[in-house]
């Protein structure tokens, strides 16, 4: 190249970069519309619902509660340019995506996407979605999704399928999957059930398992175990669970995103035996009872442990202190409870011990009669009734006690007696009355006491005042610091993940995330739920689509510990931090 074409092709480069970096010609009007790929949708099937604009400007997804969002909100940009006559065109386009599920059948609408720019509001057109009848779900023992994929679906699969009332049945929910590559769960909902009582059996790890089904090899994921306790008897079906899944997925492609629904097992329970036991427990499973009391004799008003423990297999968390008949002249307290119960494959066991704390307050002998404790064995199929020993005790006089009372076989001489106060005394049989000389009213304590009540309304009004700043200042405080010690939690999440500890790397990412939210929101962790974090949020300015960001990265460190999920966990550290940071930009007390 000589030197002239040389110094014609920087020109024009120039030229063309100028015009660039000037504004080059575009637009300064915005455009702003959503679509979907298809109007017309089975149930079971998923859609893409996507939002387009022309201008970088924050987008608020429409209200989506009749839906399922199986993956999203995700944000692609696309530029343009155009020299048409020598005038240079520049377009931009910015498009935010989510894959969504419809719950229910008819016609459902997608109501507007809102944004603001130059201090004008913009709304897109609402969507009509027409969902019709979808593929049912495929019979059989277990049962396949409603999937019609014989490469992928997902089942639960119980251990037993008929049980008595209240009898423990363990509930495996698994992925199968032929797919070659990765396969990761982007999504999942488990609903809950009223006819049952529920244990969630933790899993650590799971290792994947092979399994063949008519001679094809399966990759099988358990992602979920359960105890269910039935708490109703006839014809129950366990509600089937949604998820979504990417296979096929490799280092240059993401692979297919599939949304499968599983069977729901039907489970015949059985109603328990009639007749009934008239003092019946309901508690079912196999138990013992060992029953003692800490001495047989003593003196008036000292103490007195009976414990009573009850150890077996079964819904111990249930149990009920039993009814104790105790003398009249006994002064009781509430038992203390203790327990050690465990969580296995076959339900809860361990035991349940109550002690009670007991005075007597006369002398005399008396007895404890047999405690009864019953309950339904569905192994044997019958009602078991344990009753424990009658305990005798003596109770002796005081020490230096003058008493010609003496009770025997639990009667009690009660004439002149009265009990005040939980001590027994005697009735006067005659009263003395002193005539009083002065009057209380006039006197310098009334007028003290009229003038000191302002005052100490006064000082209870304050006091309260204060103490009601005390507590709004710890929130205020603990919402300060939750930003600081989700840093600490983040940081112990990254000494995991650069040990390759990607199992404590998710735990401790899931724990950052859920402390923040705690402080945040000033509500405790055991109430988080994905509908109260939404909610609480939103009510603090919070965008729809950081909270869609943090319940999906919340979503992931939760799959995580279940099965593999096709993001790298650098990633999701990165994630995290960008959520924390983009809520304490838009959070607005």
Known sequence: MNVGNLILVTNRFAVAMLLIIVGVVGTSQIEFKSYVNSNTVQLGKYIKFSVETNQRVAINLPDLTNFRVLQGPSTSSMSSMQNINGRVTQSSTFTTSVIIQPKAEGKIEIGSATTNYNGKDYATDPIIITVTKGTPPASGNGGASTQSNSNLFTRIELSKRTCYQGEPVTALYKIYSRYAGGMSVENYDFPDSKSFWKEEIKLNNTPQQVQTINGQRFNVFTIKKEILYPREFGDIKVPAFESSLRVGGSFFQRGQLIATTSSAPTLKVKPLPSPKPSNFSNLVGSYSVKTNISKNELKVDEGIDLKMRIKGVGNLRQIDAPTVQFPTDFEIYDPEVKENIKLGSNGLSGFKEFQYLVIPRHHGQFEIPPIEFNFFDPTKGKYVSIKS??????????????????????????????????????????????????????????????????????????TSKILGSKQSDSIAINRKKARKNSAKKLAEAKLALDKNDYSSFYAETLKALHGYVSDKMNLPISELSKSKISAMLSKYSVNNSTINELHEVIGSCEMAQYAPIDIEPSGVYETAQGIIDKIENEYAA
Do not use: M, Y
């Not at 003395?432 to 100490?456: I, R, Y």
């Open 389 to 462: 020993d009658a305990f005798r005790i003596n109770v002796l006089k005081p020490d230096g006690g003058q008493s010609d009372r003496t009770v025997s076989n639990n009667v009690v001489a009660k004439e002149n007696v009265e009990l005040l106060n939980k001590e027994i005394r005697h009735i006067k049989d005659r009263t003395e009355f002193a005539q009083g000389n002065h009057l209380f009213f006039g006197t310098k304590s009334f007028w003290t006491l009229l003038c000191a009540s302002p005052l100490a309304l006064i000082l209870v009004i304050g």
